[in-house]
């Protein structure tokens, strides 16, 4: 990667420094799932999945919010991400789809208004690094990328952290990675096995496979079919 990108890339690499609690975090969690699976839903790229896991991170870490409106935090998080990063990509997921998408729970008013707020939060600047902005035209090991993406424990390190830890996550020479490097991998190979320890017939399948970027496009679902956080 050249020099100058990727020194470009870690300066705008977004971290919590913010602890937060026990409880926020929990929440956090599972409205991160919901991006994602909604995301999935609106076959939107991963990019876009990560960019509002990040929007939704980063409010959360500055202002308070109930739980019985962290779903609002969510899709007004992916309506951003969505306006950022898919408008070559003629993604139809619209203002209409996120209002459907919760249920009709929130009108288009009360949407636009998050994502105001968050907007103001971000001096309307979402231009945050993701992990798989990392990625040069290289192949993204996705099922990694959303590992943990999708996993309050990898909150706290920055995307070029995690990046590295995941492109050597298979490799067999660790000797000359750094210490922080080797510490995400080992956390990330504990998870698994936790997982895989705590239920066989339900472990995300995390398998040594490469997909390009757009190769995480799915059949797209309509937004009528809504999950609830």
Not at 133 to 155: H, K, M, N, P, R
């Amino acid at each position: 990667m050249d020099l100058d990108r990727y020194n470009y890339l870690k300066m705008r690499d977004f971290k919590i420094d913010q602890n937060i609690s026990e409880h926020l975090l929990e929440m956090l969690e599972m409205l991160i799932h919901w991006i994602f699976q909604v995301g999935e839903q609106n076959n939107l790229e991963i990019k876009t999945i990560e960019l509002a896991a990040i929007l939704s991170k980063f409010y959360m870490s500055k202002q308070q919010i109930s739980s019985e409106r962290a779903d609002l935090l969510g899709i007004a998080s992916l309506m951003i991400a969505v306006k950022f990063n898919e408008c070559q990509n003629k993604t139809s997921m619209n203002i209409q789809d996120c209002v459907d998408q919760c249920q009709s729970k929130y009108s288009s008013i009360e949407i636009i208004d998050m994502e105001m707020k968050i907007l103001s939060l971000i001096e309307y600047d979402a231009n945050f690094t993701t992990i798989t902005d990392y990625y040069d035209d290289e192949a993204v090991q996705i099922d990694l990328v959303l590992f943990v993406t999708l996993d309050s424990e990898f909150l706290y390190f920055r995307k070029y952290e995690l990046y590295e830890a995941i492109r050597n996550f298979y490799s067999k020479d660790t000797s000359n990675l750094s210490e922080i490097t080797k510490h995400i991998i080992s956390k990330i190979s504990t998870k698994i096995q936790q997982l895989t320890t705590q239920d066989e017939n339900n472990t995300p399948k995390i398998i040594k496979k490469t997909i390009k970027k757009k190769g995480f496009r799915r059949q797209r679902i309509s937004s009528s079919q809504s999950i609830t956080l």
